[in-house]
């Protein structure tokens, strides 16, 4: 879906990627959480590391694009680092060719910092500013203004790009049954993505009348009428 944001021109994904010009975003990838979970003694199958690393490096191949930023989470924690997990992360860099990748460091990245710029990875704290766009990981609250007093270190900026939490957004399927639909939260002064992860979990979002709600579903993009 193509989506025109306050003087930017962005293409959305059911993924719950976005593209711009020549740049995918993502956010929320949590590389290695069923390793985490399973340090701890918890019997959690393995495979969703490697499935998100398939989908995104299918989606990378599908596209002409120079750069792919992650906004934050794209591990789960530091523990969660593994031979297993360099190595199937070099595999999908090294298949994208000559990509710039760039991490915008989130509250999960902790830690982490030094083995991703050691396979290539730029790696920024938030926010990044690039242009008149803010990228960040953890998304301002509703209640507060999105945009802080500019300064020489700030500069004014039009939107903001997010992830942080998983949004969705619960749909009745019946009179009684709801599910809870990942979507993309858009706000009239910035966008929230879903998380881009497999299995990684969805926090239900309460949207204002003046936003917009973007379901991803099976393969689609559905924009959900508010009322």
Known sequence: MRLEHRGHAFELFASGAIRWNST??????????????????????????????????????????????????????????????????????????????????????????????????????????????????????????????PTSENPPFETTLCGHLHPSYIVPIDAKRTAKVPCFWIRPDSIVLPAYGGWVGTHAIQPRRQDRVLLCVEGDLIEWKLH
């Not at 989606?59 to 530091?78: K, P, S, Y």
């Not at 990245?109 to 008149?132: A, K």
């Not at 990981?137 to 802080?148: I, N, Q």
């Open 24 to 149: 995918l975003l993502v956010a929320d990838l949590h590389l290695g959480k069923e390793t985490v979970f399973q340090k701890s003694g918890l019997a959690i199958p393995s495979g969703a590391t490697q499935a998100t690393l398939h989908r995104l490096q299918k989606q990378i191949q599908e596209m002409e694009i120079t750069r792919l930023v992650v906004l934050g989470d794209l591990l789960h924690a530091a523990i969660g680092w593994t031979d297993a997990l360099e190595s199937m992360l070099g595999q999908t860099m090294q298949a994208a060719g000559g990509l710039q990748w760039e991490l915008v460091a989130g509250n999960h990245d902790r830690r982490s910092h030094q083995q991703l710029r050691s396979l290539g990875w730029i790696v920024q704290e938030p926010p990044v500013f690039e242009g008149t766009m803010r990228w960040l990981h953890e998304p301002d609250s509703p209640d507060s203004p999105d945009s802080p007093a």
